[in-house]
């Protein structure tokens, strides 16, 4: 497995490799691994002929005051773990190379920015695009590979790709969870002990939502109300959002019908976690 920081070097590589008609595989990440990255790398791997997982902590993507600095880095800890579930390559780009001097050009997906999470992290998709459109011309995968975890963000990427004809098939990958529910992210290791007990309280709030839907509940907000008394009764934490939207546009959906995303934001501490279920009406 080779680390490449270069980006010509990415680029020429990733050329080559189509050129002679092989496929590749993409895993965009910011590091800090765990199983829900490895998941994504091992689909690509089985999917693909050569497996690229970037490891970039982009700046463009958080805010003033959000963690950017303290976000965890340990690259040769990745390193021995994306090579375990089958990389190829880890691209590691500097920041300067990224985002050099006077650069300019940002990827905004309009609507579907400006709510859930972007409706409290302003510029935050904004980042996320930019940096997935340029990561995408770069390594030119046929396939690249996200996480439910991050539903918003899987669906701005599948739009953008659509909107600017970027030819490459985006997969989404269930969410990866520890055994008491809690989705995993690279975050979690901010979360003391008593936090981390109580962060499994979103999980259960997210299947409260879906058994009152499978009971016949059809009134979201009755559904939020009985997801925000559960998680209020673990009293170190603020839950930032609690929404039902439609799954195409992330608008909120009163009456529930068919399909919808349960996504929720909670902070636990300085610690802001996020989780997600999709329901479907049989
Ligand atoms: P991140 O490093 O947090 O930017 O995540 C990189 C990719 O891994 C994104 O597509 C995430 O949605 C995905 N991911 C993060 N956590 C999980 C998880 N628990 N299960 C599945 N995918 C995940």
Known sequence: MRIIRGIKVMQELAKGIRRKGRSIGFVPTMGALHQGHLSLIRKARRENDFVVASIFVNPAQFGPGEDFKRYPRVLRHDAYLCKGAGADVIFYPAAKDIYPDNYQTYVLVED?????????????FRGVATVVA????????????????????????????QDLHI?????????????DGLAMSSRNAYLDKSQRRDAAVLYRALKLSRD???????NSKEI??????LISQKKNCRVQYISIVD??????????????LVALAVWFGKTRLIDNIIIKIK
């Open 224 to 229: 939020i109300r009985r997801m925000r008394q």
């Open 112 to 124: 579907l920015s400006g709510v859930l999470c972007g409706k409290f992290r302003p510029g935050h």
């Open 212 to 218: 009152l839907i499978r009971q016949g509940k059809r």
């Open 134 to 161: 340029k990561l995408f011309n770069i390594v030119q995968p046929d396939t690249a590979y996200f996480g439910q975890k991050d539903a918003q963000q899987a669906i701005i990427i599948r739009k953008m790709a």
């Open 247 to 260: 799954l195409e546009n992330l608008k909120p959906v009163a009456e529930i019908k068919e399909k919808v």
């Open 167 to 179: 030819p490459l098939r985006i997969k989404v990958m269930p969410t990866a969870r520890e055994k």
